[in-house]
């Protein structure tokens, strides 16, 4: 019975969504499953984006995305492992998109807070974002305070 998961269910007026916290040794298959299937309950109300890479378009899951970005005029998707292309616009995706998951962090950059590693606060009131990636980012002076804000918040 060593497959079988505890679930325990909490109903608590103070939270207005519903919040997953998973206990477990390490991660495993079955916790990568588990989390898997919490996140597609969500994918019917965040849709998939279209991609094209080298002439062909492909749909991407939200979850899949690192961070979406302006690079020489061009609006690109980053997932671990590709960079796509699209042809909307960074408002246009801003409104696609997670709002629990995404964040603005600047003019030029939206970015998905879970695969955020980590933040990193430097004296001069800059924060830098490490992606799971290993890429680095910088969030812009205007939305320092809304991304301390998220910070403080857990959200």
């Known amino acids: 019975m060593n497959n079988m998961v505890d679930i325990d269910v909490i109903i608590d007026e103070n939270y207005i969504e519903p919040k997953v916290n998973i206990l477990t040794k390490s991660k495993t298959k079955q916790v990568e499953s588990i989390i898997n299937s919490i996140e597609n309950a969500q994918e019917n109300e965040y849709p998939y984006l279209t991609g094209y890479i080298d002439g062909k378009a492909e749909f991407?899951?939200?979850?899949?995305?690192?961070?979406?970005?302006?690079?020489?005029?061009?609006?690109?998707?980053?997932?671990?492992?590709?960079?796509?292309?699209?042809?909307?616009?960074?408002?246009?995706?801003?409104?696609?998109?997670?709002?629990?998951?995404f964040v603005r962090i600047s003019q030029s950059e939206i970015i998905n807070l879970y695969k955020v590693i980590h933040f990193e606060f430097n004296i001069a009131g800059t924060i830098g974002v490490e992606?799971?990636?290993?890429?680095?980012?910088?969030?812009?002076?205007?939305?320092?305070?809304?991304?301390?804000?998220?910070?403080?918040n857990g959200n």
């Open 60 to 101: 991407i899951s939200q979850r899949d995305i690192v961070r979406v970005y302006i690079e020489n005029r061009k609006i690109i998707i980053e997932t671990a492992e590709k960079l796509y292309y699209t042809k909307k616009n960074l408002t246009m995706l801003e409104s696609i998109l997670n709002p629990s998951r």
């Open 131 to 152: 992606m799971e990636n290993s890429k680095k980012t910088w969030v812009a002076r205007s939305r320092v305070k809304s991304i301390k804000n998220i910070i403080n």
